[in-house]
């Protein structure tokens, strides 16, 4: 979940949300405007993927339903989404690919049985979990030895750049809060939890994603955007080894 693009940077003097109250607000609006974060990402995470066919995959964070629908479109018959935000799922339950793979819970206590999951994705979601580590356990809990893991999320450097995670509505700009964290800090938290560091990538926005903002009117603004490292993606391997031995 990410920032609309004329939202790069958010402006000065926003609303300052919880996640629970952002999402429910942004909802009824988040896929009405394309997103170059969103569009970066696909172009990035789909041919990592491989086949997802007859994989059991858990979307984490789905909001909306936007992987779901892309892993459908790939074949996925297997594929669940959680999301803690009852008004973002009240969208994914609206769209066909969707409908009847959706969970309402929070991703630090997921309701799914240990080892069940080939591959998981959570994508814009890592600056939303106040205690990564929590969350980062109950990934390593539900994720079968040999699963993998992609996470996105805002690039440090965005941040730091003033770039924050929000969208404007008919009464504020609002700013999601945000715990921001290094790529270190991340990977030494998956690490911790058997996870295994395959790759991970910062991205740059390019060449199609001009084109959302020219859409957007706000092509004057792509140049200097497009120097920023705008989004950071893992993918990590679940070891071989079962969760008993990582509780040990």
């Not at 790069?8 to 919880?18: A, G, R």
């Not at 979307?59 to 959680?82: F, N, P, Y």
């Not at 998981?120 to 356990?137: E, K, P, Q, V, Y």
Request: net charge negative; glycine share 6%.
């Amino acid at each position: 979940m990410a920032m609309a693009p004329q939202e790069i940077p958010i402006p000065s003097e926003p609303y300052l949300s919880n996640v629970a109250e952002g999402y429910e607000r942004w909802a009824r609006t988040y896929d009405r405007c394309p997103n170059p974060l969103l569009a970066r990402e696909e172009r990035y995470l789909l041919p990592l993927l491989g086949d997802v066919r007859k994989k059991r995959i858990l979307d984490l964070a789905c909001g909306t339903g936007r992987w779901l629908e892309k892993l459908a479109a790939q074949g996925s018959q297997l594929c669940m989404g959680v999301d803690c935000s009852a008004a973002m799922l009240g969208i994914a339950a609206g769209k066909r690919s969707a409908a009847g793979r959706l969970t309402h819970a929070y991703c630090e206590a997921l309701p799914f049985a240990s080892e069940a999951v080939e591959l998981a994705i959570c994508s814009f979601a890592l600056g939303h979990f106040a205690n990564l580590d929590t969350f980062a356990a109950e990934v390593s809990r539900v994720s079968k030895p040999g699963a993998d893991l992609f996470l996105t999320d805002l690039h440090p450097e965005a941040y730091n750049n003033g770039w924050r995670v929000g969208f404007r509505d008919e009464n504020d700009a609002v700013e999601i809060e945000t715990h921001t964290r290094t790529a270190d800090e991340s990977l030494a938290t998956f690490s911790s939890h058997g996870f295994s560091l395959v790759t991970t990538e910062s991205l740059r926005l390019e060449a199609p994603e001009q084109i959302i903002f020219a859409r957007a009117g706000r092509a004057d603004r792509f140049a200097s955007a497009a120097q920023v490292p705008a989004i950071i993606a893992f993918h990590f391997r679940r070891s071989q080894l079962s969760n008993e031995f990582w509780e040990t």
